[in-house]
């Protein structure tokens, strides 16, 4: 293998014509030592590059780095790497490209010049309480450890970590990122660990994570989002804690994103002004919300995707979103909860068919689908009032319990006004039918009651309300009360209405009886 002959300066090249400053030299004898290198009661982050003992030039810094050297006068650092406090870094810090097993560490340092660190491979890198005006080019950046920017960390432009290769964890806590449009970049990225984005994280401009894989965590708590957050075909191992994030969060994008649980609490979606979960995928639930406050969620991007979809073109419904929720509901005992959003899934999705239909009706074709979907609309809302679309039977009990009691309950007021008979022509033909009606006729009581003081009405089916109606209710005559008595019409209006209703009675048992089979043998409202 040929082995290519890098040219890397001595420590009499980067001091030049300059003297070292006062922190260079305190530098230059801590970090063979491992120590960090200070300034007495001068740890505080510099406000400007004013301070000449202060001072330290980034070639001094990339030649520590690059592992020093042996010849007279240069100096090995230690395997603990560059350890420096309170520094201004005169020039562009560039380890481009540089291959290292050494940490870098600063703190509370000002890094005037945009750092580059592009295709640099080195053990970590801590940049706590740091001030970078211009940002950091980080790009593809590999670390055997993690990236630490935090605790007081300001970014004044777009910190790029594209196609960056962590092998511990990304701690941006209580960092402030204010790059515009991009604050963080970290599309591609590779994070061994866990991502922190929490006590008081601020980005102005658009956190991308974009195809990132995150081993661990994603934790956004206690953050401040001005522009959003991109997650498009992001996969995060374990959770992805939302929690407590303010600002104005013009947009969040989950989509197709994959995470293995979701915590989130429904003040931190609520102000998203654009919400995007088409696939968004997540294998466990452990937020505080409600299921009402999950339909809102969803409602959210209902909103959002109905405002970017031409709706000639396609229903603007992605039914994917309620599908995920209810899957994960169902899977953790929630049934309720799933049910509920199914109902609302199938909801939506006929609204926003028949939605779409009413937009093709500008041709024969597209009219008369629309006139077909009206005129199936009146089923379609039933369908949903007495069953749930097929997700809520139980619904189908009630509605069969309160058929049976309208029809019991004018069933016996019809009975109680004499408006009633006896359903057998025997009785009909008999002698004391015959002077129970001769009776009325001459201004007396109601037949029935007539028959009823008789010595024969004890030998016939007695009539019992509630089995009558029920009776009524159930296909095929089951219980005999509906073939034994019969409301008679012309003798008053209980009569007239309990006769003329049996049929609407008996229709709907049919087709409560029929629909609940079909629901509870999967032929309708099939569960996804």
């Known amino acids: 293998m040929r082995v290519v002959t890098v040219n890397r300066p001595g420590l009499a090249d980067v001091k030049g014509d300059t003297e070292w400053s006062t922190l260079e030299q305190a530098l230059l004898a801590a970090c063979p030592n491992g120590w960090p290198a200070c300034l007495p009661n001068r740890d505080d982050l510099p406000q400007d590059d004013s301070d000449p003992d202060r001072r330290v030039r980034a070639g001094l810094i990339r030649y520590l780095m690059l592992g020093g050297s042996d010849e007279e006068g240069g100096v090995l650092p230690s395997p603990q790497g560059v350890r ?16 290292t097993q050494l940490d870098l560490k600063l703190w509370r340092c000002r890094i005037s010049e945009r750092a580059v660190l592009q295709d640099a491979r080195i053990g970590a890198l801590y ?10 080019d980080l790009h593809r950046l590999e670390t055997r450890r993690g990236v630490h920017l935090n605790y007081g960390f300001v970014a004044g432009g777009m910190v790029d970590l594209a196609g960056a290769r962590i092998g511990g964890e990304l701690d941006c806590d209580g960092g402030s990122f204010k790059g515009k449009p991009m604050a963080l970049d970290c599309d591609n990225a590779r994070i061994g660990a866990s991502v922190f984005l929490r006590d008081g994280f601020h980005a102005a401009g658009m956190l991308n994570f974009v195809r990132a894989e995150i081993a661990g965590n ?12 991109d997650m498009e075909a992001a ?44 696939g968004f995928r997540y294998d466990r639930l452990d937020g505080a919300m409600t299921v009402a406050q999950r339909l809102a969620w969803l409602g959210k991007a209902d909103t959002a995707r109905a405002a970017k979809t031409d709706a000639a073109l396609a229903p603007a419904f992605e039914p994917q979103p309620y599908l995920q929720l209810a899957n994960v509901l169902r899977a953790q005992g929630n049934r ?82 004499g408006q009633f008979a006896p359903n057998s022509p025997v009785i009909l033909t008999s002698t004391a039918w015959q002077a129970a009606l001769a009776a009325h006729a ?48 012309g003798r008053g209006g209980w009569g007239d209405l309990a006769f003329y209703s049996r049929w609407f009675f008996q229709g709907m048992g049919w087709i409560v009886t029929a629909l609940a089979a079909a629901v509870l043998t999967g032929l309708v409202g099939r569960r996804d």
């Not at 940049?127 to 950091?136: F, K, M, N, Y």
């Not at 037949?447 to 009405?457: D, F, Q, V, Y």
């Open 84 to 99: 420096l406090i309170g520094g201004w870094i005169a020039g562009v810090l560039d380890l481009e490209g540089c291959e």
């Open 127 to 136: 940049l706590p309480g740091c001030a970078a005006p211009q940002g950091l």
């Open 218 to 229: 994603l934790r956004v708590q206690d953050a401040i989002l001005d522009a959003g957050l």
């Open 235 to 278: 996969r995060v191992g374990h959770g992805f804690f939302w929690q407590n994030v303010t600002g104005a969060r013009e947009r969040l994008d989950l989509t197709e994103a994959h995470v293995g649980s979701l915590r989130d609490e429904w003040q931190s979606w609520a102000g998203c002004k654009t919400l995007i979960l088409d």
């Open 336 to 417: 309720d909860g799933a049910a509920e959003i199914m109902v609302h899934r199938e909801w939506r999705q006929r609204q926003a068919e028949r939605r779409w239909l009413w937009m093709q009706n500008n041709s024969p074709v597209g009219m008369r689908r629309w006139l077909f979907g009206t005129l199936l609309y009146p089923f379609s809302w039933l369908f949903g009032l007495v069953a749930g679309y097929g997700h809520r039977p139980a619904r189908l009990l009630v509605v069969a319990a309160v058929l049976v009691i309208m029809a019991a309950v004018l069933a016996g007021a019809a009975y109680d006004a």
């Open 442 to 489: 001459a201004g007396g009581d109601m037949p029935l009651l007539i028959w009823l003081e008789g010595p024969t009405a004890a030998d016939y089916e007695q009539f019992d309300r509630w089995l009558y109606g029920l009776d009524l209710f159930l296909p095929l005559d089951a219980l005999g009360q509906e073939a034994a008595w019969r409301p008679t019409t």
